[in-house]
């Protein structure tokens, strides 16, 4: 059976399925991943029991696996896959080398083998989730860093494990709480969306209302109200 494709332009679906939402705790960030269409929480820290959505505890590395099989399998109507904490995922990774190896901690294993194991089988991971027919959300906590006499927030999961993990992103999102209001910001993005990218209708209701999605529409001539030149009386009011 012949691979190639035709010789003609296609289509083409740049519609965001993979994101990180990331922020401090109790910021919106489960409550807007599960907004996005039939989704199911692989959570590990046991608050999923707090919410109606459907999950699955997972507790280490092995069960984690387990479930994406499943996943993979398609016997099952969820079309969002939620993974809460991905923190957690990744210290479930190196515990499992450890486990493999015989050993209490990673570093522990001769000519960095250790290191390489625990990141190829990271890059391995972000490669299956990304090919899943379906939404995947990463979900991070926040961390405080100082540079250059500056304090910086970013996601708490380690840098090398976020760059991985955002090489396969579409959107990266963070959520902050401000008083009463809770507020929606992506950071960063793999294209400069419009809403015509965006095929799944429902996916798209969401990204609207998040800012720095979609590019802010310049006022038009008719939306523009014409400003009444002040008298020199009231200038100098």
């Known amino acids: 059976m012949a691979l190639l494709p035709t010789n003609k332009p296609k289509e083409k679906d740049i519609t965001p399925k993979v994101f990180f939402i990331w922020g401090q705790s ?20 046991g608050n999923a029991k707090k919410v109606s959505t459907p999950s699955v505890e997972v507790y280490d590395f092995e069960t984690f696996v387990k479930v994406l099989n499943e996943i993979e399998a398609g016997n099952h109507d969820f079309k969002t896959i939620i ?31 250790g290191y390489r194991d625990v990141s190829m089988t990271w890059q391995k991971l972000m490669v299956r989730l990304n090919q899943l027919p379906y939404n995947v959300i990463f979900i991070s906590h926040i961390k405080e860093i ?23 992103c579409d959107m990266s999102i963070k959520c902050r709480k401000v008083g009463q209001t809770y507020l929606q910001l992506v950071e960063s993005k793999r294209d ?14 969401i990204l609207k209302g998040i800012k720095g999605v979609f590019p802010v529409a310049s006022p038009t001539p008719n939306t523009v109200k014409a400003v009444k030149p002040l008298k020199k009386a009231e200038a100098t009011e």
């Open 26 to 45: 109790m910021s919106g960030k489960t409550y807007l991943a599960r907004q996005f269409p039939n989704p199911v929480i692989i959570n590990t820290d």
């Open 83 to 113: 993974i809460d904490l991905v923190d957690d995922i990744r210290t479930m990774l190196e515990n499992y080398v450890c486990k493999k190896n015989n050993v209490d901690d990673v570093g522990e294993i001769g000519y960095g083998k």
């Open 146 to 168: 100082s540079e250059d006499g500056n304090t910086i927030e970013r996601p708490s999961l380690e840098q090398k494990f976020y760059n991985m993990t955002m090489g396969r």
């Open 192 to 205: 400069n969306y419009t809403e015509s990218d965006v095929k799944d209708k429902e996916v798209l209701a």
